[in-house]
């Protein structure tokens, strides 16, 4: 091995991956980080995966009806306080693709306890 590479190990051998501090209102805030050491030595931190609940666990508060120029994050500041919070509406209504809760005219989001819904607290 040349020198180069010999510093290029030693410094990775000594570097300690950040852990990503997340927001009180985010839904990555309590999960905890790990980190996966690869082959080559690289240390690379990562979130774990955030699971969401079954709709039949999450206290629905109440329902809204889509009407024309709503949003998930107008949505969130007027029932949640918080517009950054659109995916606690997001995860109470089980989709994939966020915004297709809002193309509708007419359907019913539902609109879940804020606690109820893993993640971050909101505070």
Known sequence: MNEALRQLDALLANATAQTPRFPPNSRYYNLPTLTHVFADGRAVAYVTRRFIPGVESVLTVREHFVVQGDRLDLLASNYLADPEQW????????????????????????????GAVPGGSGI
Request: cysteine-free; proline content about 7%; charged content about 30%.
């Open 87 to 114: 995916w606690k509406i997001a995860d109470a209504n089980v989709t994939l693709v966020p915004e297709d809760l809002t193309d509708e005219v007419g359907e019913t989001l539902r609109i879940a306890f804020p």
